[in-house]
């Protein structure tokens, strides 16, 4: 019942920036928390950051605080993920994922629904 799909991502240069936005289709519910999250080659899948669609209970990931910055336009469906100073060590495919329940999850099994990623290079 839900869709999301990646865009945005691409190929930048160390300390770039880059914005990947989320939009969503289907039923959605304001309650639920959409998050981002990244997966490198022979990695799991690794939690970027997380919001709800009011705007509250926002969490980053200790490696991408202070730089990447997740947001969402309720009008538009779409949830946005602003990364700046990128770094070679950011380079993954980034996912869109909605969560299960209600509460902020910081592991991929709490997210049950997922867009097909958008791939994210950062060469040095």
């Known amino acids: 019942q839900v869709q999301l799909v990646e865009s945005g991502g691409g190929l930048v240069q160390a300390g770039g920036s880059l914005r990947l936005s989320c939009a969503a289709s289907g039923r959605t519910f304001s309650a639920y928390v959409m998050g981002w999250f990244r997966q490198a080659p022979g990695k799991e899948r690794e939690f970027v950051a997380a919001?709800?669609?009011?705007?509250?209970?926002?969490m980053y990931s200790n490696s991408v605080k202070g730089r990447f910055t997740i947001s969402s336009d309720n009008a538009k469906n779409t949830v946005y993920l602003q990364m700046n100073s990128l770094k070679p060590e950011d380079t993954a495919v980034y996912y869109c994922?909605?969560?299960?329940?209600?509460?902020?999850?910081?592991?991929?099994?709490?997210?049950?629904?997922w867009g097909p990623g958008t791939q994210v290079t950062v060469s040095s």
């Open positions: 919001i709800r669609w009011s705007g509250s209970s926002i």
């Open positions: 994922g909605r969560g299960v329940g209600l509460r902020v999850g910081l592991t991929a099994s709490e997210y049950g629904y």
